[in-house]
């Protein structure tokens, strides 16, 4: 039961993340395709510029609600098919349950089935589910994130930087403050991880723009060869 469980989880996950806000809610209210304006990006930030506030909102509740409702699914998913009692009969518990669904609804933003694969880097569905999953982590790793694009004006190495202390706030968190045994604090660090690593790869393309100083700060106008970037996207 435990791996139908988990083959259930990941291709709900998948399809609900492949839902893209953007995309959607462009179509719906402008009848365009986000994808041909702007920066064209299926994300936050280029509808804001593009289609103004009442779009860009709707695109950021849709983000948002697409990993809450993964995870809340994934959790009654497992109750059902493993037993309410799962968490001490099964090696995963809720937590692990959810890391692994809010995954695969990355990938699904990421890389999206409607929409030839093509979609956004995944920031606004994991914070999502790192505050459905994990609160207090979620309150520590998105004022670093503000933090350092306060300083920076940087959202890209801001996202980056998050992705990279998260798992390390993660276990510090799992295992000093809720005081979760070693081996499960572990197991969701290593959950975390994959996350991590999969928004960082995301912005290689900005990690090479940092390096070449050729990085748009937040609330820059400036266009490389004539077209916007990506560089402070939120997708």
């Given amino acids: 039961m435990m791996i139908l469980t988990l083959l259930v989880t990941?291709?709900?996950?998948?399809?609900l993340g492949s839902c893209n806000s953007a995309i959607i809610t462009v179509r719906l209210l402008k009848h365009e395709d986000i994808r041909e304006h702007g920066s064209k990006n299926a994300g936050l930030t280029n509808t804001l510029r593009c289609y103004g506030k009442v779009p860009a909102l709707?695109?950021?509740?849709?983000?948002?609600?697409?990993?809450?409702?993964?995870?809340?699914?994934?959790?009654?998913?497992?109750?059902?098919l493993m037993g309410a009692d799962y968490e001490?009969?099964?090696?995963?518990?809720?937590?692990?349950?959810?890391?692994?669904?809010?995954?695969?609804?990355?990938?699904?933003?990421?890389?999206?089935?409607?929409?030839?694969?093509?979609?956004?880097?995944?920031?606004?569905?994991?914070?999502?589910?790192l505050l459905v999953i994990d609160p207090i982590t979620f309150c520590i790793v998105i004022p670093f994130f503000i933090i350092v694009v306060a300083v920076s004006r940087y959202v890209s190495l801001g996202s980056i930087l998050a992705a990279a202390v998260y798992p390390i706030i993660t276990f510090f968190v799992h295992y000093f403050i809720y005081h979760i045994d070693m081996t499960h604090s572990l197991l969701h660090t290593g959950l975390v991880v994959g996350?991590?690593?999969?928004?960082?790869?995301?912005?290689?393309?900005?990690?090479?723009?940092?390096?070449?100083?050729?990085?748009n700060k937040f609330g820059s106008?400036?266009?490389?060869?004539?077209v916007m970037n990506d560089s402070d996207e939120v997708k």
């Fill in 195 to 215: 996350t991590s690593a999969l928004l960082i790869y995301m912005h290689r393309s900005n990690i090479q723009r940092l390096k070449n100083g050729t990085e």
């Fill in 10 to 15: 990941a291709v709900i996950s998948y399809l």
């Fill in 58 to 80: 709707i695109t950021l509740v849709g983000d948002l609600a697409k990993g809450i409702i993964a995870a809340f699914l994934s959790l009654q998913i497992a109750k059902l």
């Fill in 221 to 226: 106008k400036k266009k490389d060869n004539g």
């Fill in 88 to 129: 001490s009969v099964y090696f995963l518990d809720r937590r692990a349950i959810g890391y692994i669904s809010g995954f695969f609804s990355i990938l699904g933003h990421i890389f999206p089935l409607y929409y030839g694969f093509k979609g956004g880097k995944g920031v606004l569905v994991s914070c999502s589910i």
